[in-house]
């Protein structure tokens, strides 16, 4: 069975590719110390938007910094912070949507009613003045993101583990006299988990894309810290003269979200297939 | 005996595509429906029932399903009709009733929309015309109330009482043929008795030919007159309803009558193993690996009915070498 | 001693409205008493929605309810140590339905077999495969398909592995949840068949619950007839079948089909349907399609009383039958 | 119909209650004394003896929820203080810089409609056709697209080359067209995909194939049974979207020049400005939820089960 998962994936064009993109992207950006060509954040005012040449490959921007080495630090910042509040978001939203759902009682009246609130509203407006009572810094971002994320994922998987709850296999395992935390941990976590990966890599795309755009506004990574975001919020001002350096980044950003959404998908494809 | 056939099939194909080959869904049926009678399609699930239901009103047509054969109502074949065409049959001539009343109906729309809607698709007639002629056939069915049922919503209906709707719906433009689909599966055992009383009396009043498709023989032996027996996309036996429960020919009705319990406590006779995959079907018996009574000859046998006898055709190897020896064995 | 006792049972389901909110409460079990005695079979029948899985499930031990009693062999289930519990459980398994979702995808099935073995029995690897492959064969399966998933089965395969499941600690009790009702006829009549065949050798009892009379009769030592969450009829000894006498389980017996078209009806049942509508606490719930109630069947709710020994019903007319 | 809206209405109330809470348990998150950032922003330097001083005059000293209750008293009154740095009421504030922002979500909202429905529509029915696919492509690279560089792309080109359309600032149409293209693309395509599932679900329902059974045309079954049904879960995703704009607008607006609430609640940020952060929060969930309300009373105009009350 997983070996049929296996290869149906390696048959998912797509998610190939967009794996391998990915794969490139956070090893150029782990890699970025040994491989760049230069030091990121060193700032040589003599070399001001140079062209692209071998000791800059994608030229400098306005502070004469090397734009392939701030990519590449990028990378890891803009990444890596994603799946930062991706951790965060999910093992809290596991352990209380599985709770919620499987237990019910306080836990779930509490889940349910914060739900409410924090759907009333927009996510970005709450990240954004979550992220603005902490102040600006990459920290409070990845910290507000998480914050306003895990409610929407627990009830996700409270769904979730109510439907499974009524299977007729939970259902027997109860009759076999199975205890109620294995239960959760042999039928039901197994049987939750390809879903929430499927979410996850699709939403992380957006959470690359919100962290940029709170970047971009100035409230996340603080300069000179390589970002995309910050990159592209450096460059508006020279828009007219040089929009390579809008290229740079904004190409990656969206490499990065449309690789998650097509290996979303993909996974999706794989692990939905035969489960309906 | 005046009977006139309305819907001829002949030598009925459907084959589908599927991940690992062609799936031979039908495999050449055969049969006449009689005006004002009820034949009995029976079998069980998987063997091809529904599809060739729904085949016949040309609802099949998917990306590589392969249709052959023909299907004949008022001289025309319905199989080869265009869009337009056996639109006008659809409802009009051939009606249907389906398994799941509840999501047949469209949630956002009344009961009578659903009726003016249908008869609008085939005659000219005035609304009001339209919603006397639902009132009708909506009393007809043994609802009361027809106009305040008029308005309401499908799931505000109970499974009996929407199922009748169905069939008002059906019949208020008199069809030639009325498909049902396994017409009281989902209802509950006393309302599917009231809904099979129901239909009986309304062909008599209508005269249109039923096509009575169930997996249930006490749905055939209540209704129909004659009976086709359907095992993996092939009509296996096929007789007067009476002659066919006295006295069965083929192993697999015998079989089917004796696995059904039936208000006894005798052991029930169990069709042992399952039936096989239609995958590239290859036109021989398809109960041979279930068979009690298989023989020697039975692997080369080229399925097909046979003649036994006036009214009786079997399709097993067995009644086929017989009749070609010009043996008779008294059952 | 009765193997299983249920006293007066109540469940009722507050159910929340979807789209407004509005809560409403269903009564879905109404204060149910019967008991099954070892190596019977009770058969538990009704229409959909009467309320016959939750009190399966209430028996199970999978749905506490509100008032009353299940007593399994002497002791009251809901109401006794978490240990004494585990031991109950051991002796009251189930099969279900649905046998498609009764079996988890992601593992083979001896893993559901052995789940049961593990949570009572310490037994070594190389007997647990032992136990699980006599278990497969009792039920008429190979062995070697313990390594098979779930999807490679075919439906009344399933089902026998459910069946192995429940017998794997040798119970005494085992409910069957509609356990034949989605299968075909032909599969269903094998699972009929395994199942008689075990009752008679192992000495099981079971809880049959069905909505079709004809497999109840053939599995069944006793029927119980349930309408709108209360229990209607029982009787004891099913060959006594045509002495039902409430008028639901009159409508349910003539709502069966002929065997053969000579026993065709032409009848025609009058249209009456259950329709969950909130009646009169005080009158009686069959009453909107009941065909002979009469005054006193709106002032007083009747109760289940004893027509004759072993056979109890609850309706005004047939008391006044007997005293007659 | 009525009676519905009341439920609903009535059904805010403790929601509407949460989102004060949240709003007012989020000042209480900052990591510095309000009392010194009102100082320092009114360049008095912060003192022990001031900074005491601006605590009793905004009630810092009392305990917790007397100052919840007092606020919303306040707020319940529409006062939600002033601004530090204007010293301005900052409900007036927000009400001068609301109607750009709902100008230009409204402006998007038309684009998104005028987009996803046809497109969504026909990519249904036209399934696997060269027209869907090319719509499946760009409708998926429209979901990844950062609206902010889209912005930089669409001015780089549209302005700064061809000299089409004014970039930034407030004023004639034309000023509207390129923010609140941005601000609809992503959109757009979200919608596009949303309708096309759901179109691709129903057509598949058991009534389509019914309504074909009954010899219906096809266009009727398209528009009546397919696409009436397939246009709620849009219609509740309508509601959260607009909302989304209002809030998505942020950026856009920081891009654009656009004089709106976006505009406005980033610079109120770097200000820490934290009177104004705490209304504009309050106010855009308002918003938010009276949205979700109209786009719930559109849904149960079209579906009677939800006007009705019927189960599942």
Redesign the interface.
Same mark, same amino acid.
């Given at each position: 069975?997983l070996q049929e998962k296996v290869k149906g994936l390696y048959r998912n064009k797509p998610g190939i590719i967009s794996f391998a993109v990915l794969a490139v992207i956070m090893l150029a950006g782990i890699l970025a110390p040994v491989l760049a060509p230069n030091d990121p954040v060193l700032v040589t005012l003599d070399n001001r938007f140079a062209a692209p040449s071998t000791q800059f490959p994608f030229g400098t921007d306005h502070l004469g910094r090397c734009v392939l080495s701030r990519l590449m630090y990028g990378a890891i910042v803009s990444l890596g912070s994603a799946l930062l509040v991706m951790t965060i978001t999910i093992t809290i939203s596991i352990i209380i949507g599985t709770l919620s759902g499987y237990k019910g009682g306080w836990v779930d009246t509490l889940l349910m009613?914060?739900g409410?609130?924090n759907l009333?509203? $927009?996510?970005?407006?709450?990240t954004?003045?979550?992220?603005?009572?902490?102040?600006?810094g990459l920290a409070n971002i990845i910290i507000a993101m998480a914050a306003v994320q895990w409610v929407w994922y627990a009830r996700i998987i409270r769904g979730m583990v109510l439907s499974l709850k009524e299977?007729?296999?939970v259902?027997?395992?109860?009759?076999?006299?199975? $205890?109620g935390w294995l239960i959760v941990v042999?039928?039901i976590l $197994?049987?939750i988990i390809p879903h929430v990966v499927v979410l996850v890599t699709i939403n992380l795309?957006m959470v690359v894309?919100h962290i940029?755009?709170l970047t971009?506004?100035?409230?996340g990574a603080q300069p000179p810290t390589p970002e995309w975001?910050a990159m592209?919020n450096d460059a508006?001002q020279y828009?007219?003269s040089y $929009?390579r350096l809008?290229m740079f980044?904004?190409t990656m950003?969206?490499l990065v979200?449309?690789s998650f959404?097509?290996l979303g998908d993909a996974l999706r494809d794989v692990i939905e297939f035969?489960?309906g | 005996m005046n009977e006139q056939v309305v819907l001829d099939v002949k030598d009925l194909h459907v084959s589908l595509p599927s991940m690992r080959g062609v799936v031979g869904a039908v495999n050449g049926i055969s049969m006449q429906i009689t005006e004002g009678k009820v034949l009995g399609l029976v079998g069980e699930s998987g063997c091809g029932k529904s599809i060739t239901c729904l085949s016949l009103l040309g609802l099949t047509k998917e990306e590589g399903w392969v249709i052959a054969g023909v299907a004949k109502i008022q001289g025309k074949n319905l199989l080869t009709l265009g869009p337009e065409e056996i639109r006008k049959i659809r409802g009009k001539e051939i009606a249907i009733i389906m398994q799941n009343p509840l999501t047949a109906f469209n949630p956002l729309m009344t009961i009578e929309q659903h009726f003016l809607e249908t008869i609008g698709s085939h005659l000219l007639l005035s609304k009001k015309e339209g919603r006397n002629l639902a009132g009708r056939y909506l009393e007809y069915t043994g609802l009361s109330q027809p106009s305040k049922l008029l308005k309401q919503y499908p799931f505000q209906l109970s499974g009996g009482m929407i199922q009748r709707v169905m069939i008002a719906i059906a019949l208020a433009l008199e069809p030639k043929v009325l498909i049902a689909d396994e017409p009281t599966t989902s209802l509950d055992v006393t309302v599917q008795r009231q809904i099979l009383c129901q239909l009986a009396r309304l062909k008599e009043k209508v005269r249109t030919g039923i096509l009575l498709v169930s997996h249930d023989l006490g749905v055939i032996a209540q209704m129909a007159d004659e009976v086709a027996v359907m095992y993996c996309g092939c009509i296996v036996e096929r007789a007067p309803v009476e002659r066919l429960f006295n006295q069965p020919l083929h192993p697999y009705t015998k079989a089917l009558m004796a696995s059904k319990p039936k208000m006894q406590k005798k052991t029930l006779q169990a069709i042992g193993g399952q039936a096989p995959s239609l995958l590239n079907f290859d036109g021989g018996c398809p109960f041979f690996e279930r068979c009690h009574e298989k023989s020697c000859c039975c692997s080369h046998y080229k399925q097909e009915l046979v003649q036994y006898d006036d009214k009786h055709w079997v399709g097993c190897a067995k009644f086929a070498v017989k009749q070609r020896m010009l043996y008779y064995e008294p059952a | 001693m009765s193997l299983l006792k249920v006293k007066q049972i109540s469940k009722t389901f507050k159910s929340k409205n979807f789209f407004t909110h509005k809560g409403r409460v269903v009564e879905a079990v109404k204060d149910i008493s019967l008991s099954i005695e070892e190596g019977m079979c009770l058969g538990l029948v009704g229409e959909s929605g009467c309320g016959k899985s939750t009190l399966g499930r209430i028996i199970l031990g999978l749905e506490p309810p509100q008032s009353g009693q299940v007593i399994f062999q002497g002791k009251d289930f809901y109401k006794t140590t978490r240990q004494e519990k585990m031991k109950l459980r051991k002796d009251l398994q189930a099969v279900f339905q649905d046998y498609n979702s009764a079996i988890n995808p992601k593992y083979p099935v001896k893993m559901a077999i052995s789940e049961p073995l593990r949570n009572y029995l310490s037994l070594s690897p190389s007997e647990e495969i032992k136990r699980i492959g006599e278990l497969l064969e009792l039920v008429g399966l190979n062995p070697q398909d313990m390594h098979k998933y779930a999807y490679q089965f075919s439906g009344g395969q399933l089902q026998r592995v459910n069946i192995a499941r429940a017998l794997a600690l040798n119970p005494k009790l085992i409910v069957l949840d509609e356990a034949v009702s989605s299968l075909d006829v032909s599969v269903q009549a094998q699972i009929l068949n395994l199942l008689a065949e075990l009752k008679r050798e192992l000495n099981l009892s079971y809880l049959f619950i069905s909505h079709d009379i004809e497999a109840v009769y053939y599995l069944a030592d006793a029927i119980a007839v349930m309408y709108q969450g209360k229990l209607v009829e029982i009787i004891n000894d099913i060959s006594l079948f045509d002495q039902l006498v409430h008028p639901y389980s009159n409508k349910l017996l003539t709502s069966v089909l002929p065997s053969h078209p000579r026993f065709r009806t032409d009848s025609c049942v009058e249209f009456d349907e259950l329709h969950a509508k909130p009646g009169n606490a005080n009158e009686c719930n069959y009453l909107d399609r009941c065909n002979c109630k009469e005054q006193l069947c709106f002032q007083v709710k009747p109760v289940l009383s004893k027509l004759t020994e072993g056979h109890l019903a609850a309706c005004h007319k047939l008391k006044e039958i007997n005293k007659a | 119909m009525g009676r519905f809206v009341a439920r609903r209405i009535i059904s805010l109330v403790p929601v509407l209650l949460g989102i004060s809470l949240l709003t007012f348990v989020l000042i209480h998150l900052v990591p510095v004394d309000p009392a010194e950032v009102y100082l320092r922003l009114s360049q008095i330097p912060p003192t022990d003896e001031a900074v005491a001083v601006i605590r009793a005059e905004m009630g810092l000293n009392k305990p917790l929820h007397q100052q919840y209750f007092d606020w919303l008293w306040k707020v319940v009154h529409l006062d939600f203080g002033k601004s530090f740095v204007t010293k301005k009421p900052v409900m007036a504030e927000l009400l001068y810089y609301f109607p750009a922002t709902l100008n230009l979500a409204a402006a998007s909202l038309l684009i998104v409609l005028l987009i996803s429905i046809p497109v969504g529509v026909f990519s249904a029915l036209y399934k696997d056709t060269a027209f869907d696919q090319i719509c499946r492509i760009l409708a998926f690279i429209g979901a990844s697209m950062p609206s902010f560089w889209l912005s930089f792309v669409l001015i780089y080109i549209l302005s700064l080359e061809l000299n089409l359309l004014p970039a930034f600032g407030r004023g004639t149409l034309a000023h509207l067209v390129l923010p609140a293209t941005t601000l609809a693309l992503g959109a757009a395509a979200v919608y596009t995909r949303l309708l096309r599932t759901s179109m691709l679900e129903n057509l598949n329902q058991n009534f389509v194939l019914y309504a074909r059974a009954r010899g219906l045309k096809e266009k009727l079954i398209v528009v009546r049974h397919v696409l009436k049904n397939a246009l709620i879960p849009v219609v509740i995703a309508f509601g959260m979207t607009l909302g989304h704009m209002l809030a998505g607008s942020v950026i856009v607006e920081n891009v654009f020049a656009w004089p709106g609430v976006g505009r406005y609640i980033v610079s109120s940020i770097f200000n820490r400005d934290y009177p104004v952060i705490q209304a504009y929060a309050l106010f855009m969930a308002v918003v938010f939820v009276l949205l979700n309300l109209f786009a719930d009373i559109i849904c149960a105009t079209l579906d009677p089960r939800i006007r009705l009350g019927g189960d599942k």
């Open positions: 069975m009613r914060m409410d609130v009333a509203f $927009p996510d970005l407006v709450l954004l003045v979550i992220a603005g009572m902490l102040g600006p299977r007729s296999y259902l027997s395992a109860k009759v076999a006299g199975t $205890p042999r039928h $197994p049987n795309g894309l940029s755009g971009f506004l100035g409230l975001g592209l508006r828009l007219r $929009p809008i980044p904004g950003i969206m979200v449309i959404n097509l035969r489960e | - | - | -």
